[in-house]
């Protein structure tokens, strides 16, 4: 039998003459495709990460390179006069036609010829108790000699700021011991150690010991005022309390007489030296080694000498407190405070933001009302900070602290203990600003929790409680984990809730210390974002401080990013221990 043969349509014919007829193909858009939004998309977001490392990279050079020494240079001008010091900025700039015609002729044709074109150098003079100023620009075309000093010494002092000059002499008991910029060097480098040392005890002394004295003194007459408003100011408590501070102001005089003696001891050996040095107009100052925190030859350093300079800058700016008007020095005082305040906040805000959270998803009746509320978490999230601010200051410090002070603290009044800005208002504040930011985090990883885990606990006979604690929270822990560091990251870089409610210039005691008792949640404190703040805006050499917002500012990121990673690590612990879990 032959196969079946196989029935094809006939291939229609075309009649001559003519074209076949094309066949269109659908074509696709290129915007259908999404591929312009694709690009776009992507090169917003390299354009985002640039900008980011760029910063910082920026913050990451200036802020590095404020503790390394620089060279001094010595600019002699055609009027005669000398200017010493460290080169901070140049620049370029156009001379007027009058400004020109002004100068000597050899200078105004080397103007002429450059079209008015010209540069200065922002040069850091110091030695403001004698110049009234802390820099000043240098005209190059001004500029007859430029050299570099080879004993020019650079003095990082306790007041005053720096100073520049040559070293003269060293003189003991009013007497010169040493001539001329090396043996005067010498003498000075072997008595520095001694006068640092003996200075360092003198201001322990004044600190703990006198300040221990006045803080026992102080509430000896604190126990006077108490009983005065308990039992009246004729009775028997008001009178055993008044002698009790007079026996006490007879002790605390003795001892304090002591300590006197001992600290005019030591300012008298400290003042027994000093070392001469020679401007670079010749005018000559004295210093005693005991103000001088540092010092050394800037143009003789080799390597190894300017590492141990920036290793000795770089440790005393994270142990030692702030002088100078914060502009030199350490912020310890900032980092502790900063520090203190991140951690309190978020003790504060992650168990009542997950609390509420937890309400919000799994017991409350979903209605109108949880709509409302949800909302409400969600404006306040674009509340701007100072609106924070003012509200803890009104609700913390005028109602609360005003009101713990009535009941406790009544013999300190009028002074206020609670009833102003400490670090405890600034981080229920910051607890209130950041915790809409863990209500939401937290309500999201809830709800990522597959309902059948609750599903078969309560199969299993767990009530909702057991199930919500046993199943779901630990469950849902990475992401509440995620909330708190998104919490900590902004909470520890906020600054305009601070400004009224604790955060202070300069604040010599810690929040936490060695006297009892030990805890101290009412003082006010130092913060990193707001020392930023103060060096920028607030600083009366603005110039001298700019370094140091720098370094700041990337001392406040590495913090912030500590804190982050100490999270991260959590929330990864959590995400291993249970691998394999949608969250």
Same mark, same amino acid.
């Given at each position: 039998m032959s196969p079946p043969a196989v029935l094809r349509a006939a291939p229609a014919t075309v009649p001559a003459g003519r074209r076949p007829p094309r066949i269109h193909r659908r074509r696709t858009s290129l915007f259908a495709r999404g591929e312009p939004f694709v690009w776009l998309a992507g090169g917003a977001l390299v354009l985002a990460?640039?900008?980011?490392?760029?910063?910082? @990279?920026?913050?990451?050079?200036?802020? =590095?390179?404020? !503790?390394?020494?620089?060279?001094?240079?010595?600019?002699?001008?055609?009027?005669?006069?000398?200017?010493?010091?460290?080169?901070?900025a140049r620049e370029s700039h156009r001379l007027a036609a009058h400004e020109i015609e002004s100068l000597a002729p050899a200078v105004r044709a080397r103007l002429r010829e450059a079209r008015g074109e010209s540069s200065r150098t922002l040069v850091r003079t110091g030695n403001f108790e004698l110049t009234d100023t802390h820099f000043r620009w240098v005209e190059d075309h001004l500029v007859a000699a430029h050299d570099r000093p080879?004993?020019?010494?650079?003095?990082?002092r306790m007041a005053w700021g720096r100073f520049y000059g040559t070293p003269r002499a060293y003189r003991v008991d009013g007497e010169t011991v040493a001539v001329g910029p090396a043996a005067a060097w010498s003498a000075f480098a072997a008595d520095h150690?001694?006068?640092?040392?003996?200075?360092?005890?003198?201001?322990?002394?004044?600190?703990?010991?006198?300040?221990?004295?006045?803080?026992?003194?102080?509430?000896?007459r604190l126990a006077v005022r108490a009983a005065e408003l308990e039992h009246g100011p004729g009775s028997s408590e008001h009178a055993r309390a008044q002698g009790e501070l007079a026996d006490? %102001?007879?002790?605390?005089?003795?001892?304090?007489?002591?300590?006197?003696?001992?600290?005019?001891? /030591? %300012? $008298?050996? +400290?003042?027994?030296?000093?070392?001469?040095?020679?401007?670079?107009?010749?005018?000559?100052?004295?210093?005693?080694?005991?103000?001088?925190?540092?010092?050394?030859?800037? &143009?003789? /350093?080799?390597?190894?000498?300017?590492?141990?300079?920036?290793?000795?800058?770089?440790?005393?700016?994270?142990?030692?407190?702030?002088?100078? $008007?914060?502009?030199?020095?350490?912020?310890?005082?900032?980092?502790?405070?900063?520090?203190?305040?991140? !951690?309190?906040?978020?003790?504060?805000v992650v168990p009542f933001g997950v609390l509420a959270a937890l309400y919000l998803r799994e017991y409350a009746r979903q209605g109108i009302v949880v709509s409302l509320v949800r909302i409400a978490v969600n404006n306040l999230a674009g509340v701007p900070?100072?609106? !924070?601010?003012?509200?803890?200051?009104? @609700?913390?410090?005028?109602?609360?602290?005003?009101?713990?002070?009535?009941?406790?603290?009544? $013999? +300190?009044?009028? &002074?206020?203990?609670?009833?102003?800005?400490?670090?405890?208002?600034?981080?229920?504040?910051?607890?209130?600003?950041?915790?809409?930011?863990?209500?939401?985090?937290?309500?999201?990883?809830l709800a990522a929790v597959p309902s059948s885990m609750r599903e078969g606990s309560y199969a299993c006979g767990a009530t909702k409680w057991q199930a919500i604690r046993r199943i779901v929270l630990p469950r849902a822990a990475p992401g509440i984990m995620a909330?708190?560091?998104?919490?900590?990251?902004?909470?520890?870089? %906020?600054?305009?809730?601070?400004?009224?409610? =604790?955060?202070?210039?300069?604040?010599? $005691?810690?929040?936490?210390d060695g006297r009892a008792p030990f805890l101290h949640p009412e003082r006010s404190f130092m913060h990193l974002g707001f020392h930023i703040y103060?060096? =920028?805006?607030?600083?009366? &050499?603005s110039e001298a401080a700019k370094p140091m917002v720098y370094t700041t500012t990337l001392l406040l990121i590495a913090i912030v990013v500590l804190l982050n990673l100490a999270a991260i690590r959590v929330r990864a612990r959590l995400r291993r221990k249970f691998h394999g879990v949608a969250f």
């Open positions: 990460a640039g900008m980011i490392a760029g910063l910082l @990279l920026l913050v990451l050079y200036r802020g =590095g390179a404020t !503790f390394w020494p620089r060279p001094l240079d010595e600019f002699r001008l055609l009027d005669g006069s000398v200017v010493l010091g460290e080169v901070a080879e004993w020019a010494l650079t003095v990082e150690g001694g006068a640092l040392a003996r200075g360092r005890e003198r201001r322990r002394l004044e600190k703990d010991g006198l300040g221990r004295l006045n803080q026992e003194i102080e509430a000896c006490k %102001e007879r002790d605390v005089e003795r001892q304090a007489a002591a300590i006197r003696a001992r600290i005019a001891a /030591l %300012e $008298a050996e +400290n003042a027994r030296c000093e070392l001469v040095l020679s401007t670079a107009d010749g005018e000559e100052k004295a210093l005693p080694p005991a103000e001088i925190v540092r010092a050394y030859p800037a &143009n003789r /350093l080799d390597l190894a000498g300017k590492l141990s300079i920036y290793a000795s800058r770089g440790w005393e700016y994270l142990t030692a407190a702030p002088r100078e $008007a914060n502009s030199e020095g350490g912020v310890f005082p900032a980092i502790f405070g900063t520090v203190a305040m991140t !951690f309190l906040m978020s003790v504060v900070s100072i609106v !924070f601010g003012v509200f803890g200051l009104g @609700l913390f410090c005028y109602i609360v602290g005003a009101s713990i002070d009535q009941l406790l603290f009544a $013999a +300190n009044l009028p &002074n206020p203990t609670y009833g102003k800005g400490g670090i405890l208002w600034a981080s229920l504040t910051l607890a209130l600003l950041t915790l809409p930011v863990v209500i939401v985090a937290t309500e999201e990883a909330g708190a560091i998104l919490a900590i990251a902004r909470g520890a870089g %906020e600054v305009a809730p601070l400004m009224v409610v =604790g955060a202070v210039k300069l604040a010599p $005691a810690l929040p936490i103060d060096l =920028g805006f607030q600083s009366q &050499n």
